[in-house]
Protein backbone atom coordinates (compact mmCIF):
# COMPACT_ATOMS: atom_id res chain seq x y z
CA UNK A 1 0.00 0.00 0.00
CA UNK A 2 1.40 3.36 -1.12
CA UNK A 3 2.16 5.96 2.00
CA UNK A 4 0.91 9.46 1.57
CA UNK A 5 3.23 11.65 0.69
CA UNK A 6 3.18 15.18 2.92
CA UNK A 7 4.78 18.30 2.72
CA UNK A 8 5.46 20.72 5.24
CA UNK A 9 6.01 24.30 4.06
CA UNK A 10 7.94 26.87 6.53
CA UNK A 11 9.37 29.55 4.23
CA UNK A 12 11.83 30.83 7.39
CA UNK A 13 14.34 29.13 9.39
CA UNK A 14 16.55 32.00 10.52
CA UNK A 15 15.22 32.29 13.84
CA UNK A 16 14.53 29.58 15.89
CA UNK A 17 11.59 30.12 18.06
CA UNK A 18 7.73 28.14 18.65
CA UNK A 19 6.60 28.19 14.79
CA UNK A 20 9.84 26.47 14.07
CA UNK A 21 9.27 23.93 16.73
CA UNK A 22 5.73 23.17 15.58
CA UNK A 23 6.91 22.79 11.90
CA UNK A 24 9.69 20.46 13.13
CA UNK A 25 7.42 18.53 15.43
CA UNK A 26 4.58 18.14 13.24
CA UNK A 27 6.94 16.71 10.52
CA UNK A 28 8.23 14.11 13.31
CA UNK A 29 4.76 13.26 14.41
CA UNK A 30 3.77 12.53 10.98
CA UNK A 31 6.83 10.77 9.98
CA UNK A 32 6.13 8.33 13.16
CA UNK A 33 2.97 7.40 11.82
CA UNK A 34 3.96 6.30 8.55
CA UNK A 35 3.87 9.23 6.58
CA UNK A 36 6.52 10.45 3.82
CA UNK A 37 7.24 14.11 5.32
CA UNK A 38 9.28 16.78 3.61
CA UNK A 39 9.92 20.02 4.36
CA UNK A 40 10.66 22.49 1.84
CA UNK A 41 11.48 26.04 3.53
CA UNK A 42 13.66 29.32 1.87
CA UNK A 43 16.67 28.95 4.59
CA UNK A 44 18.65 26.12 5.38
CA UNK A 45 18.09 24.41 8.54
CA UNK A 46 20.71 24.78 11.06
CA UNK A 47 20.80 20.88 12.21
CA UNK A 48 22.79 21.46 15.12
CA UNK A 49 20.92 24.55 16.46
CA UNK A 50 17.47 22.63 16.19
CA UNK A 51 18.96 19.64 17.81
CA UNK A 52 20.04 21.81 20.83
CA UNK A 53 16.88 23.81 20.85
CA UNK A 54 14.46 21.29 20.27
CA UNK A 55 15.77 17.91 20.65
CA UNK A 56 14.93 16.92 17.02
CA UNK A 57 16.87 15.59 14.49
CA UNK A 58 16.60 18.17 11.46
CA UNK A 59 18.79 14.84 8.92
CA UNK A 60 16.05 13.03 9.53
CA UNK A 61 13.70 15.10 7.62
CA UNK A 62 13.76 15.62 3.57
CA UNK A 63 14.82 18.95 2.74
CA UNK A 64 13.73 20.86 0.11
CA UNK A 65 15.73 24.20 0.00
CA UNK A 66 13.12 26.84 -2.26
CA UNK A 67 15.26 29.75 -3.61
CA UNK A 68 12.89 32.54 -3.58
CA UNK A 69 12.70 36.00 -2.69
CA UNK A 70 10.03 39.18 -1.94
CA UNK A 71 9.54 40.51 -6.09
CA UNK A 72 8.79 43.64 -6.74
CA UNK A 73 9.82 46.93 -5.38
CA UNK A 74 9.79 45.37 -2.14
CA UNK A 75 13.10 43.47 -2.93
CA UNK A 76 14.72 46.83 -3.29
CA UNK A 77 13.61 48.10 0.66
CA UNK A 78 15.76 48.10 3.47
CA UNK A 79 15.87 45.00 5.89
CA UNK A 80 15.01 45.95 9.35
CA UNK A 81 12.09 48.58 9.59
CA UNK A 82 10.67 46.78 6.14
CA UNK A 83 11.51 43.25 7.48
CA UNK A 84 7.44 42.35 8.00
CA UNK A 85 6.97 43.48 4.42
CA UNK A 86 9.66 41.97 2.76
CA UNK A 87 8.58 38.87 4.57
CA UNK A 88 5.22 38.81 3.30
CA UNK A 89 6.74 39.52 -0.09
CA UNK A 90 8.73 36.39 0.14
CA UNK A 91 5.85 34.22 1.25
CA UNK A 92 3.92 35.44 -1.98
CA UNK A 93 6.51 34.36 -4.12
CA UNK A 94 7.17 31.21 -2.22
CA UNK A 95 3.26 30.06 -2.53
CA UNK A 96 3.26 31.29 -6.34
CA UNK A 97 6.45 30.16 -7.73
CA UNK A 98 6.69 27.08 -5.68
CA UNK A 99 3.47 25.95 -3.60
CA UNK A 100 1.59 26.39 -6.78
CA UNK A 101 3.92 24.44 -8.98
CA UNK A 102 4.48 21.48 -6.52
CA UNK A 103 0.56 20.73 -4.64
CA UNK A 104 -0.09 18.26 -6.88
CA UNK A 105 2.76 16.45 -6.21
CA UNK A 106 2.06 15.74 -2.35
CA UNK A 107 -1.40 14.40 -0.94
CA UNK A 108 -1.63 17.20 1.37
CA UNK A 109 0.57 20.14 1.75
CA UNK A 110 0.50 22.28 5.74
CA UNK A 111 1.87 25.37 5.50
CA UNK A 112 3.18 26.55 8.87
CA UNK A 113 4.51 30.47 9.37
CA UNK A 114 2.93 32.93 7.22
CA UNK A 115 -0.10 33.33 9.29
CA UNK A 116 -2.33 34.00 6.75
CA UNK A 117 -5.03 31.72 5.11
CA UNK A 118 -2.49 30.45 2.16
CA UNK A 119 -2.91 28.00 -0.65
CA UNK A 120 -2.00 24.84 1.53
CA UNK A 121 -4.19 21.96 2.43
CA UNK A 122 -3.99 22.82 6.18
CA UNK A 123 -2.25 26.06 7.44
CA UNK A 124 -1.32 26.57 10.68
CA UNK A 125 -1.72 30.07 12.34
CA UNK A 126 0.24 31.30 15.04
CA UNK A 127 -0.81 35.10 15.20
CA UNK A 128 -2.87 36.48 12.53
CA UNK A 129 -0.64 39.19 10.90
CA UNK A 130 -3.49 41.93 10.40
CA UNK A 131 -4.70 41.71 13.81
CA UNK A 132 -0.96 42.78 14.97
CA UNK A 133 -0.32 44.87 12.37
CA UNK A 134 -3.73 46.86 12.89
CA UNK A 135 -2.60 47.00 17.05
CA UNK A 136 0.81 47.98 16.10
CA UNK A 137 1.08 50.15 13.21
CA UNK A 138 -2.59 51.33 11.96
CA UNK A 139 -2.25 54.77 13.65
CA UNK A 140 1.55 55.35 13.59
CA UNK A 141 3.09 54.22 9.57
CA UNK A 142 -0.50 54.45 7.99
CA UNK A 143 1.39 53.98 4.35
CA UNK A 144 3.50 50.47 5.51
CA UNK A 145 0.15 49.71 7.05
CA UNK A 146 -1.69 49.79 4.00
CA UNK A 147 1.22 48.06 1.96
CA UNK A 148 1.36 45.26 4.32
CA UNK A 149 -2.17 44.50 4.23
CA UNK A 150 -2.50 45.07 0.19
CA UNK A 151 0.25 42.00 0.43
CA UNK A 152 -1.94 39.82 2.84
CA UNK A 153 -4.91 40.09 0.56
CA UNK A 154 -3.44 39.47 -2.27
CA UNK A 155 -2.52 36.80 -1.09
CA UNK A 156 -5.32 34.88 0.23
CA UNK A 157 -7.49 36.10 -3.02
CA UNK A 158 -5.24 33.41 -4.89
CA UNK A 159 -5.63 30.88 -1.86
CA UNK A 160 -8.31 28.20 -1.71
CA UNK A 161 -9.16 27.72 1.39
CA UNK A 162 -8.44 24.84 3.34
CA UNK A 163 -8.52 23.58 6.59
CA UNK A 164 -7.18 26.08 9.59
CA UNK A 165 -5.33 25.01 12.40
CA UNK A 166 -4.43 27.70 15.30
CA UNK A 167 -3.10 27.23 19.05
CA UNK A 168 -5.09 28.39 21.31
CA UNK A 169 -8.78 29.42 21.93
CA UNK A 170 -7.72 33.40 22.04
CA UNK A 171 -5.87 32.89 19.12
CA UNK A 172 -9.28 31.42 17.03
CA UNK A 173 -10.78 34.12 18.48
CA UNK A 174 -8.65 36.63 16.70
CA UNK A 175 -7.98 34.68 13.29
CA UNK A 176 -11.78 34.88 13.16
CA UNK A 177 -11.69 38.43 13.35
CA UNK A 178 -8.85 39.19 10.95
CA UNK A 179 -10.10 36.95 8.59
CA UNK A 180 -13.67 35.76 9.27
CA UNK A 181 -12.42 31.91 9.52
CA UNK A 182 -12.92 29.54 12.62
CA UNK A 183 -9.73 27.81 13.26
CA UNK A 184 -9.58 24.41 14.74
CA UNK A 185 -7.33 24.65 17.90
CA UNK A 186 -4.55 22.05 18.35
CA UNK A 187 -2.53 22.83 20.71
CA UNK A 188 1.33 23.16 19.95
CA UNK A 189 3.68 19.81 21.52
CA UNK A 190 5.54 20.67 24.50
CA UNK A 191 8.28 18.46 25.34
CA UNK A 192 6.87 17.77 28.75
CA UNK A 193 8.67 15.10 29.42
CA UNK A 194 12.03 16.29 29.07
CA UNK A 195 11.92 19.10 30.97
CA UNK A 196 9.76 17.63 33.80
CA UNK A 197 13.79 16.33 34.34
CA UNK A 198 14.09 19.37 36.39
CA UNK A 199 10.41 18.63 38.79
CA UNK A 200 12.25 16.50 41.34
CA UNK A 201 14.29 18.76 42.85
CA UNK A 202 12.75 20.93 45.77
CA UNK A 203 15.70 22.64 46.30
CA UNK A 204 14.79 26.09 44.91
CA UNK A 205 16.45 28.95 44.93
CA UNK A 206 14.93 32.66 44.35
CA UNK A 207 15.41 32.80 40.80
CA UNK A 208 12.95 33.72 37.90
CA UNK A 209 13.74 32.57 34.58
CA UNK A 210 12.08 33.99 31.50
CA UNK A 211 12.85 32.07 28.08
CA UNK A 212 11.48 34.31 25.16
CA UNK A 213 12.77 35.43 21.55
CA UNK A 214 14.51 38.51 21.72
CA UNK A 215 12.34 40.19 19.08
CA UNK A 216 10.68 44.13 19.71
CA UNK A 217 7.29 43.13 19.93
CA UNK A 218 7.88 40.48 22.92
CA UNK A 219 9.19 43.30 25.11
CA UNK A 220 11.54 41.78 26.95
CA UNK A 221 13.32 45.00 28.70
CA UNK A 222 9.91 45.10 30.37
CA UNK A 223 11.32 42.03 32.18
CA UNK A 224 14.47 43.91 33.48
CA UNK A 225 12.39 46.98 35.01
CA UNK A 226 10.72 43.75 37.20
CA UNK A 227 14.12 43.03 38.21
CA UNK A 228 14.91 45.93 39.31
CA UNK A 229 11.97 45.55 41.97
CA UNK A 230 13.05 42.36 42.78
CA UNK A 231 16.57 42.60 43.72
CA UNK A 232 16.80 39.54 45.95
CA UNK A 233 15.66 37.19 43.10
CA UNK A 234 17.77 36.54 40.60
CA UNK A 235 16.61 37.11 37.01
CA UNK A 236 17.79 34.85 33.96
CA UNK A 237 16.48 35.82 30.45
CA UNK A 238 17.30 33.27 27.83
CA UNK A 239 16.52 33.95 24.56
CA UNK A 240 16.80 33.58 20.83
CA UNK A 241 18.21 35.69 18.63
CA UNK A 242 19.16 36.05 14.56
CA UNK A 243 20.97 39.11 12.73
CA UNK A 244 18.09 41.17 12.57
CA UNK A 245 16.94 40.47 16.38
CA UNK A 246 20.35 41.03 17.96
CA UNK A 247 19.78 44.28 18.81
CA UNK A 248 16.92 44.13 20.72
CA UNK A 249 19.15 41.36 23.43
CA UNK A 250 21.71 44.11 23.32
CA UNK A 251 19.11 46.41 24.02
CA UNK A 252 18.34 44.32 26.93
CA UNK A 253 21.58 44.41 28.26
CA UNK A 254 21.56 48.21 27.56
CA UNK A 255 18.82 48.51 30.41
CA UNK A 256 20.19 46.68 33.15
CA UNK A 257 23.33 48.32 32.89
CA UNK A 258 21.46 51.47 32.59
CA UNK A 259 19.10 50.68 35.89
CA UNK A 260 22.70 49.19 37.51
CA UNK A 261 21.66 46.28 38.10
CA UNK A 262 23.77 43.13 39.44
CA UNK A 263 20.72 40.47 39.09
CA UNK A 264 19.94 39.82 35.98
CA UNK A 265 21.67 37.30 33.89
CA UNK A 266 21.00 37.26 30.16
CA UNK A 267 21.88 34.59 28.34
CA UNK A 268 21.72 34.57 23.97
CA UNK A 269 21.05 31.28 21.99
CA UNK A 270 21.28 29.22 25.04
CA UNK A 271 20.73 25.42 24.43
CA UNK A 272 17.80 23.46 26.03
CA UNK A 273 20.47 21.59 28.22
CA UNK A 274 21.47 24.81 29.60
CA UNK A 275 17.65 25.88 30.13
CA UNK A 276 16.64 22.79 31.46
CA UNK A 277 19.42 23.29 34.43
CA UNK A 278 18.13 26.89 35.18
CA UNK A 279 15.05 25.70 35.08
CA UNK A 280 16.20 23.13 38.07
CA UNK A 281 16.99 25.77 40.49
CA UNK A 282 14.55 28.65 39.67
CA UNK A 283 11.44 29.13 41.35
CA UNK A 284 9.12 31.21 38.99
CA UNK A 285 8.79 31.52 35.47
CA UNK A 286 8.12 35.32 34.29
CA UNK A 287 7.24 36.51 30.69
CA UNK A 288 6.93 39.45 29.38
CA UNK A 289 4.31 42.24 29.24
CA UNK A 290 2.84 40.85 25.89
CA UNK A 291 -0.16 38.59 24.79
CA UNK A 292 1.21 35.15 24.10
CA UNK A 293 -0.55 33.66 21.54
CA UNK A 294 0.58 30.62 23.10
CA UNK A 295 4.07 30.35 24.80
CA UNK A 296 5.63 27.33 24.83
CA UNK A 297 8.11 28.22 26.81
CA UNK A 298 5.57 28.91 29.48
CA UNK A 299 4.30 25.43 29.85
CA UNK A 300 8.06 23.95 29.59
CA UNK A 301 8.55 25.70 32.63
CA UNK A 302 5.47 24.24 34.42
CA UNK A 303 7.07 20.76 33.53
CA UNK A 304 9.99 21.56 35.20
CA UNK A 305 8.31 22.70 38.69
CA UNK A 306 8.35 26.59 38.23
CA UNK A 307 5.26 28.56 38.96
CA UNK A 308 4.41 30.87 36.07
CA UNK A 309 3.63 34.62 35.90
CA UNK A 310 1.99 36.28 33.10
CA UNK A 311 0.39 38.74 30.93
CA UNK A 312 -3.15 38.90 31.90
CA UNK A 313 -4.24 38.38 27.87
CA UNK A 314 -3.45 36.18 24.79
CA UNK A 315 -3.77 32.23 24.93
CA UNK A 316 -1.18 31.80 27.66
CA UNK A 317 -3.51 33.32 30.01
CA UNK A 318 -6.54 32.04 29.04
CA UNK A 319 -5.72 28.71 27.95
CA UNK A 320 -2.70 27.90 29.71
CA UNK A 321 -1.98 29.89 33.10
CA UNK A 322 -5.54 30.63 34.18
CA UNK A 323 -5.88 26.88 34.56
CA UNK A 324 -3.66 27.13 37.84
CA UNK A 325 -4.65 29.77 39.32
CA UNK A 326 -6.10 33.39 38.70
CA UNK A 327 -3.44 34.40 41.35
CA UNK A 328 -0.53 34.32 38.44
CA UNK A 329 -1.95 37.02 35.87
CA UNK A 330 -0.81 40.79 35.55
CA UNK A 331 -1.81 43.89 33.42
CA UNK A 332 1.01 45.86 34.36
CA UNK A 333 4.86 44.14 35.23
CA UNK A 334 5.03 46.51 38.38
CA UNK A 335 2.15 44.14 39.58
CA UNK A 336 4.64 40.99 39.72
CA UNK A 337 6.79 41.51 42.98
CA UNK A 338 3.14 41.78 44.60
CA UNK A 339 2.53 38.41 43.08
CA UNK A 340 5.77 36.79 44.14
CA UNK A 341 5.47 38.73 47.75
CA UNK A 342 1.93 36.91 48.07
CA UNK A 343 2.89 33.28 47.05
CA UNK A 344 5.87 33.86 49.31
CA UNK A 345 4.26 34.56 52.10
CA UNK A 346 1.32 32.40 52.03
CA UNK A 347 2.53 28.80 53.83
CA UNK A 348 2.12 26.14 51.53
CA UNK A 349 1.17 28.19 48.31
CA UNK A 350 4.01 28.07 46.28
CA UNK A 351 3.93 23.92 46.83
CA UNK A 352 0.69 23.64 45.68
CA UNK A 353 0.85 26.36 42.75
CA UNK A 354 3.70 24.22 41.78
CA UNK A 355 2.18 21.16 41.61
CA UNK A 356 -1.01 22.26 39.96
CA UNK A 357 1.84 23.62 37.26
CA UNK A 358 2.79 20.40 36.65
CA UNK A 359 -0.55 18.83 36.18
CA UNK A 360 -1.69 21.31 33.81
CA UNK A 361 1.72 21.06 31.79
CA UNK A 362 0.64 17.59 30.64
CA UNK A 363 -2.33 18.66 28.70
CA UNK A 364 -0.15 19.63 26.16
CA UNK A 365 2.24 16.97 25.98
CA UNK A 366 3.65 16.18 22.40
CA UNK A 367 1.78 12.91 22.17
CA UNK A 368 -1.35 14.87 22.58
CA UNK A 369 0.02 17.25 19.70
CA UNK A 370 0.32 14.09 17.27
CA UNK A 371 -3.23 12.62 17.99
CA UNK A 372 -4.91 15.68 17.64
CA UNK A 373 -2.87 16.58 13.99
CA UNK A 374 -2.95 13.19 13.09
CA UNK A 375 -6.96 13.20 13.54
CA UNK A 376 -7.00 16.62 10.61
CA UNK A 377 -4.35 15.01 8.47
CA UNK A 378 -6.27 12.15 8.28
CA UNK A 379 -9.96 13.79 8.04
CA UNK A 380 -8.43 16.06 4.88
CA UNK A 381 -7.04 13.37 3.48
CA UNK A 382 -10.09 11.22 3.40
CA UNK A 383 -12.05 14.48 2.03
CA UNK A 384 -9.61 14.96 -0.68
CA UNK A 385 -10.07 11.33 -1.45
CA UNK A 386 -13.59 11.79 -2.23
CA UNK A 387 -13.19 14.88 -4.53
CA UNK A 388 -11.11 12.69 -6.16
CA UNK A 389 -13.32 10.09 -6.92
CA UNK A 390 -16.10 12.67 -7.75
Known amino acids: MRRNNILIAHAFFDVLGGAEALALMAAKALKESGFDVT ?14 LFGVDAGDFRVLTVKVGPSGYVRFLPRGRFSILRRLATYKSFFEGFLSRVNADYDLVMETQSNIPSPADISYIHLPYLTVLTNSLQRRKRVYYWLI ?3 INSIRRQARLGRVLTNSTWTAAQVFKAYGVVAQVIYPP ?21 VCRFTHEKRVERVVDAAARLR ?25 KELGLSNVDIKVNAPREEVLECFKHAKYYLHPEYAEYFGMSIVEAMAA ?21 DLLGYRRIEEVPRIVGRIDGERGLYERLRERSA ?25 KALVLKA
Open 39 to 52: IATCTPLNTRRIKE
Open 359 to 383: SVSRLFSYSNFRESLLKEVNYVLRI
Open 190 to 210: VDVEYFSKALSNECREKTIVT
Open 232 to 256: DYTFIIIGSAGEESMSVARRVKERV
Open 305 to 325: GLVPIVFRGGGAWYDVVSKVS
Open 149 to 151: KHY
